[in-house]
T-cell receptor, first 115, second 114 residues
Framework: DGGITQSPKYLFRKEGQNVTLSCEQN?????MYWYRQDPGQGLRLIYY???????QKGDIAEGYSVSREKKESFPLTVTSAQKNPTAFYLC??????????????FGPGTRLTVT | AQSVTQLDSHVSVSEGTPVLLRCNYS??????LFWYVQHPNKGLQLLLK??????LVKGINGFEAEFKKSETSFHLTKPSAHMSDAAEYFC????????????FGKGTRLSVIA
């Protein structure tokens, strides 16, 4: 089955620790995205990548980092610099630019809790 | 820069009655517009999209939306609500302007009463 895999589903970390969230897709999509979802805030774009070895900051990139070494993988690291990291994180991919009308496909999400 | 406003944070309807979820957008270019649905603790699924073709767009599960440029609106409708429609709905705008390629609305939670 083609799709997007995010692991783990739930993640718990202590404050001050970096943590990496996994996102893998086997849809052969060029573009990948990371979003953060908080209650009542919708989805906010953290980082996106349109092609391998290239990525851009979204609206709320501070305290996060990404890499795109392979087409199918786009891991997100939540660093200790992120002031409020507890949230639901969603990864998505699209075959082309969303401005060109290409829809995004979403993974099931990772719920991160930092205490 | 593009933006999107979902006018209601919560809508409650009775099963079998019409659904209207309202969305206004702002874009300096010809935007692509999307509606996504999210069931509790799940990822998002595309309902429908507008990409400068027909202004009335039909989607899955009986939903449709009409692109109205003069009103900068893209409201989502369904003639008859089902219990399974209870979920969070997001209106999304995407164009080639600005630094961010895509912007989500804050969502509308739809409740369906039996």
């Amino acid at each position: 089955d083609g799709g997007i895999t995010q692991s783990p589903k739930y993640l718990f970390r202590k404050e001050g620790q970096n943590v990496t969230l996994s996102c893998e897709q086997n849809l052969n999509h060029d573009a990948m995205y990371w979003y953060r979802q908080d209650p009542g805030q919708g989805l906010r774009l953290i980082y996106y990548s349109q092609i391998v070895n290239d990525f851009q900051k979204g609206d709320i990139a501070e305290g996060y980092s990404v890499s795109r070494e392979k087409k199918e993988s786009f891991p997100l690291t939540v660093t200790s610099a992120q002031k409020n990291p507890t949230a639901f994180y969603l990864c998505a991919s699209s075959i082309g630019l969303t401005a060109g009308g290409y829809e995004q496909y979403f993974g099931p999400g990772t719920r991160l809790t930092v205490t | 820069a593009q933006s999107v406003t979902q006018l209601d944070s919560h809508v409650s309807v009775s099963e079998g009655t019409p659904v209207l979820l309202r969305c206004n957008y702002s874009s300096s270019y010809s935007p692509s517009l999307f509606w996504y649905v999210q069931h509790p603790n799940k990822g998002l699924q595309l309902l429908l999209k507008y990409t400068s073709a027909a202004t009335l767009v039909k989607g899955i599960n009986g939903f449709e939306a009409e692109f109205k440029k003069s009103e900068t609106s893209f409201h989502l409708t369904k003639p008859s609500a089902h219990m399974s429609d209870a979920a969070e709905y997001f209106c999304v705008v995407s164009d080639f302007s600005g630094n961010t390629p895509i912007v989500f609305g804050k969502g509308t939670r739809l409740s369906v009463i039996a």
